[in-house]
């Protein structure tokens, strides 16, 4: 079939003048091929149409695709079991042909951007082999747009815990970041919305403000929107994982780093440069980071058990024995856990990653051997009661004896009866209550209250009263 260009010159030469036969010797064709161009006077090409085996079951092929719910292996069972003589091949092309099932695909689009404008971050799940076994990971990446500059981390899982630590440690390994964050609408960041109406978490929009820069997320199915970060998914499912075997998380994260530092390094063909070397004009451009990178961290608050450990994510770490059974504070960061007891931390181990019920002890939170349980500190409410009147040492002893458990309670409420009321009502109605043995401290209060009453709340005598009685 002649193309459009052939058509037009036939038409040419034949305005011209020219006959058949010389048209036909001059372009190489047949005569009957001009005579055809010249009669439709058109150099647009006609459509071909062919025939199709399936035009005859046009209907049927509707039917089936409905009902089939869109399967075209299960159409062409059917349509066999109808008696249709018609291939697997052509009844896709047919549905192609004629839009049955079938959409166009869309040119995919392309962004521009300026250096330090935006970076990507996503993840996606692999199955790298660590510790001889293969393991679900979610692998964590971040990619500058201008540069194409690239990092990833390897997780087993992903909270907003390992997402704040994971950006932190791609903004150092960049020396800085972009001033917009774009996401996939993932969970992790995102608190209600998509696309241009996301709203972030909280907790999210505070890790933003810190580095000043902002979560962004595209519209749900435009994944071209985020291509910068999506491509390299591939790559390192097919070129860091391929063949490669990790003792644990932390040795797999040390190679990702490795890794990276060598991709950015080479050259790229299509971007005609290596990305460090586009690094370079991006860099001035980039936010700095902040003068100082506060540690990110989980916060619980766990009471030490009998056995002087706390437990946190099924597993186990001890602190000092003298501190059971106090609340303590357990600071959850990337490779630690720290136990605060207040401001004062009295206890740091590196973090169990991937374990369950695993104690992890340090010797010298055990007592010694042999040694036994030491005799406990008085309360701090005892030692305050001594401090301010030592004559109370036997109440305070026999008090002791009476109250339940330490008798940190009654200890507590003498003290407050010492700190409320005078001291000399107060020294005497302790001795008297010593004397009959009442350490109930309810009537102690109104025996000081008694006492009281009679030193300091006498009333005055109203004379003028006292002589209008005697009249």
């Not at 695709?65 to 896709?92: F, I, M, W």
């Amino acid at each position: 079939m002649l193309d459009q260009k052939l058509r037009a010159a036939i038409l040419a030469l034949h305005e011209k003048g020219r006959s058949n036969r010389a048209i036909a010797r001059a372009l190489k064709v047949s005569r009957e091929t001009v005579k055809e161009v010249i009669a439709s006077g058109s150099m647009e090409v006609p459509l071909l149409v062919r025939p199709q085996l399936a035009d005859a079951w046009r209907e049927e092929i509707l039917a089936q695709h409905d009902a089939c719910g869109g399967n075209l292996v299960r159409v062409h069972e059917e349509l066999a079991k109808k008696g249709a003589q018609l291939s697997y091949p052509a009844l896709t092309a047919f549905c192609r042909h004629n839009g049955i099932g079938y959409e166009a695909p869309k040119p995919s689009g392309r962004y521009d951007f300026a250096p330090g404008e935006e970076m990507q971050h996503d993840t996606s799940p692999h199955w790298p082999k660590i510790g001889g076994v293969k393991r679900r990971a979610q692998t964590a990446s971040l990619v500058l747009c201008f540069s194409r500059m690239l990092f990833f981390q390897l997780y087993p899982c992903f909270t907003r815990f390992e997402c704040k630590v994971f950006l932190t440690e791609a903004f150092e390994y960049f020396g800085g970041l972009a001033g917009r964050c774009m996401i996939d609408n993932t969970h992790v960041v995102v608190l209600k919305g998509s696309g241009s109406t996301m709203v972030p978490v909280p907790e999210m929009v505070a890790f933003g403000e810190r580095y000043s820069f902002q979560f962004k997320a595209h519209e749900i199915g435009d994944a071209n929107r985020s291509a910068r970060v999506e491509g390299p998914f591939n790559f390192i499912e097919n070129n860091f994982l391929a063949g490669r075997e990790f003792r644990d998380w932390r040795h797999a994260n040390q190679e990702a780093r490795t890794w990276c530092d060598e991709k950015n390094a080479a050259f790229s063909r299509s971007l005609h440069s290596s990305r460090r070397e586009l690094f370079a004009a991006e860099k001035p451009h980039l936010k700095p980071l902040p003068i100082w990178v506060p540690e990110v961290y989980v916060l619980h608050h766990r009471i030490v058990d009998a056995e002087g450990y706390v437990n946190m994510r099924a597993n186990r770490y001890s602190v000092p024995y003298v501190l059971i059974g106090r609340q303590l504070e357990v600071r959850e960061t990337k490779e630690r856990v720290e136990v605060f007891d207040g401001a004062r931390m009295v206890a740091a181990h590196e973090r169990v990653i991937d374990g369950r019920d695993v104690r992890v002890t340090a010797p010298q939170h055990r007592p010694p051997r042999g040694q036994g349980r030491p005799k406990e500190a008085p309360p701090p409410e005892e030692e305050s009661l001594l401090r301010a009147e030592p004559s109370l040492a036997a109440y305070v002893a026999a008090l002791k004896k009476r109250a339940s458990g330490r008798g940190t309670l009654a200890l507590r409420r003498l003290l407050k009866l010492l700190r409320d009321y005078p001291r000399t009502p107060f020294l005497a109605a302790v001795r008297q209550a010593e004397q009959y043995g009442l350490y109930d401290l309810d009537r102690l209060e109104r025996m000081v209250l008694k006492e009281i009453a009679h030193e300091y709340f006498v009333l005055p005598v109203d004379h003028d009263d006292q002589e209008g009685g005697d009249e």
